[in-house]
């Protein structure tokens, strides 16, 4: 098909160093950073890099994060990492990495969390696990404007949207604990209502978030009739 990322999945290349071209605040938690890579290669929207620091005593500590960009954004591509107060390698990132650093990643790790353009496609998206609902989106926006997609993105504070310059028609913002003043949208957590208000009941649901949002979510999928085949979903929770 025209406009799609004629790649297909294989095996991450080695790691490599990349530079940081660029860091952006997106909420006051959450950064983004775009990273130039000397080994690119095309992701499909969904996939993740993982991430690794090594200290001077040579302790490494090593982290997943999604692709946010899309893979028509050649030579490079964009993590978006939420600051975890007590973490070990996100408050790293926020607090110290600044343009111009390097950073060992390796990616893209094959998934079956990829969007390879199906549609109509549902994204269900709480906190940072809207970041690689947002490749998908980002790039259906460039690739195939004209496919049906939807994004449901569920955040606390009004001060907590990631990308909110970016989010248009295509997406339906919930706040479960402060909406922005003047707010007359959705708030308290995704419902059926929600869900139906998004007008996508086929095709295919991606959901990303903590593990109780995943599972809320995909419980609410299926109760708009999406069978558990359509159904794809991402955690970002602790793996303990
Ligand atoms: C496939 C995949 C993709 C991911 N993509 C992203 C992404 O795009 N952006 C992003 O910010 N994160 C993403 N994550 C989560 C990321 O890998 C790290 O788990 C996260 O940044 C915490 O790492 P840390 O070293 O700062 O904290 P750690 O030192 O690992 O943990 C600190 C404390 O936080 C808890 N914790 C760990 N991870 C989480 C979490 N995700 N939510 C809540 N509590 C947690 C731990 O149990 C611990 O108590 C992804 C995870 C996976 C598996």
């Not at 070990?88 to 079956?112: I, L």
């Not at 990631?162 to 706040?175: M, P, R, V």
């Not at 604990?177 to 869900?195: E, M, N, S, V």
Request: proline residues 8%; contains cysteine; negative net charge.
């Amino acid at each position: 098909m025209d406009g799609l990322t004629p790649v297909e999945q294989r095996a991450p290349g080695r790691w490599q160093i990349g530079t940081v071209a660029a860091v952006k605040q997106e909420t006051p938690r959450v950064k983004s950073f775009r990273l130039e890579l000397p080994m690119w290669m095309p992701h499909l929207p969904g996939q993740h890099y993982d991430v690794r620091l090594t200290a001077p005593d040579g302790y490494r500590a090593q982290r997943s994060y999604s692709v946010a960009s899309s893979p028509l954004d050649e030579g490079e591509i964009e993590l978006t990492i939420d600051r975890l107060e007590d973490g070990e390698v996100s408050p790293y990132f926020h607090d110290v990495v600044v343009e111009g650093d390097q950073v060992e990643v390796r990616g893209p790790f094959t998934s079956y969390f990829v969007w390879r353009g199906e549609a109509p496609a549902l994204l269900i998206g709480g906190g940072s696990g809207v970041v690689p609902l947002m490749a998908i989106l980002r790039h259906r926006r460039r690739a195939m404007p004209e496919l049906a997609m939807r994004l449901v993105y569920s955040v606390r504070f009004a001060e907590d949207v990631i990308y909110a310059d970016e989010l248009g028609d295509d997406a339906l913002i919930t706040f479960t604990r402060q909406p922005p003043a003047g707010w007359t949208g959705h708030t308290g957590r995704i419902d059926p209502a929600l869900i139906a208000e998004a007008g996508i009941d086929s095709g295919i649901a991606f959901i990303c978030g903590s593990n109780p949002f995943v599972e809320a979510a995909a419980g609410l999928a299926l109760g708009a009739g999406f069978r558990p085949q359509q159904i794809r979903t991402e955690r970002f929770g602790p793996t303990g």
